[in-house]
Structure formats: C-alpha cells, structure tokens
C-alpha cells in the first residue's frame, strides 16, 4: 500500500510508509480496546451504538470499529490523512462515513446529541483550543453517551510522537531547535498542547454535564506494551494509587455525558 502522495501536509511524524503500516495493523486492537473500556458505562451494548472518531487519521481504528458498532462516522482535517480514511469509507464499509471537517464546525446541527461514543485518541495534543474542542465533543454525545478520551501526559519523559528525552517538557522555540538538531523534524507546534495531569482535571471539571473518570484500559494486553510485565505493574499501581494518575505516560478518560 502506498502512502498519500501529499506527504508534505502530513505532519511531520507521519511521513513514513511504515507509519501507515503500523497504524493500520494496530487498529484492530485500538478498536477492541474502545469498545471494551467504555461498554461498562454505556447503556446499551456497543453494537447497537452510533460511533463518532473525531480525529481519525487514515481511518483504519474507525473502519475496525464500523464493524464493531451499528455506524461509525470519521472526522480528520489533515487532508493527506484524510485520502486514505476517503477511500476506505467509500470502499470498505456500507456503515462508516468520512468528513474532512474540523472539530471547531464538528457538534452543532444534525451532530448535536448524535451519538452514543464519542472517541478523542491522541488528538487533543494537537489541538489549541482544547476547552472548545472538549465542549464540541461533549455537544455532540446524547445525554448517557460516553467519550473516550486517550492523550499523552506532557510530563512524562519519552515525548509520545517523535520518542525524544523531555521534547513536550520545552517551550516550543526550544523544542522546534531540539527537533532540529537531532534530525527528527522541524517544527514542533502541532503536538505541543499535551495536557498535564492538573490541567487534563480543569478541562474536565469545566464540563460539569460530563461525569468523567480516568480509567485503565479494558483489556490491557490490547494496549501499547501491554505485554509488559512493566505495563501490567503500572496499572496495578493505577488502580490501587489513582494519584499516580500524574505521572502516568498517557491518560485514559472515559466521560459519560448526563
């Protein structure tokens, strides 16, 4: 398979043919794992739900979930991302539709109180506005929807895109010359609004019509290095220590909208 031929609009960590492949062959589990962790707070099975996965990418977690769920709809603004999640909506699945769309138009109109899962996976370091996008999210789920929210802790020490020592800790100047320096890229701006531990807990409280709870995955074998024996004593920590929840590597929240 090839990858979109517009690399340059492709961020900066996308730019490989084996990226796409990997995404591709990891969907499967993302999906599995999505329908599992927020099951136990939806009020109907997940088959029956209406999916929404805000920020697909290429597509391929959307597509593993259309055939998990009664409909799935995709929503990416990158446009050379968006190729393939196109195709694959027009060719692989009569209920998964595509929208190159931002998350800013995303929510009001026929998408208000749409859908039973709202899925946010690694995106909301992406974006600028995190409270306006949070606000979108939450707009578009009926009242006992649930969202589920994955995004990398700003403060852990390996940087979740580009995997260099401390790179989400600089002021992007700084980290755009570390990129630089070390030949991983060149500009850092587009995965620098990772949230810390207290600021992910003031966006969520700032949305009191979602009851939100950092979770662990449903199945932790289906996550990345779930296999570890590290992994497995890291949620065990989790769940007997939810404080640990701040130094975390990535944080896992599942909102269920009232």
Not at 46 to 57: I, K, L, N, Q, S
Not at 132 to 137: Q, V
Request: with cysteine; proline share 7%.
């Amino acid at each position: 398979m090839d990858a979109p031929d517009d690399r340059a609009a492709l961020p900066e960590y996308e730019r490989t043919t084996l990226r796409m492949v990997e995404r591709r062959r990891l969907a499967a589990g993302f999906a599995k794992q999505i329908a599992i962790t927020t099951e136990p707070f939806l009020d109907k099975p997940f088959a029956e739900c209406r999916v929404v996965d805000v920020g697909c990418g290429y597509g391929y977690t959307a597509l593993s979930l259309a055939g998990m769920c009664r409909e799935v709809v995709g929503i990416e603004p990158n446009g050379a991302l968006a190729e393939e999640a196109t195709r694959l909506a027009a060719e692989e699945a009569p209920n998964f539709t595509f929208r190159t769309q931002s998350i800013t138009d995303f929510g009001d109109g026929s998408d208000r109180d749409a859908f039973d899962v709202a899925v946010l996976d690694n995106v909301l370091e992406h974006l600028p506005d995190q409270p306006a996008a949070l606000e979108r999210l939450s707009n578009c789920l009926r009242p006992g929807g649930v969202a589920y929210i994955l995004v990398p802790n700003r403060f852990w020490p390996i940087e979740a895109h580009y995997a260099l020592p401390f790179l989400s800790w600089m002021p992007v100047p700084l980290a755009n010359r570390y990129l630089r320096l070390t030949g991983r890229g060149h500009d850092y701006t587009d995965a620098s609004y990772a949230p810390g531990y207290l600021r992910m807990r003031r966006l969520l409280a700032d949305r009191p019509e979602l009851d939100a709870t950092f979770t662990v995955p449903g199945d932790v074998s289906l996550a990345e290095g779930g296999g570890s024996a590290l992994y497995s004593y890291g949620v065990a920590a989790l769940r007997r220590f939810p404080a640990l929840w701040a130094i975390s590597k990535a944080f896992l929240v599942v909102a269920r909208k009232r």
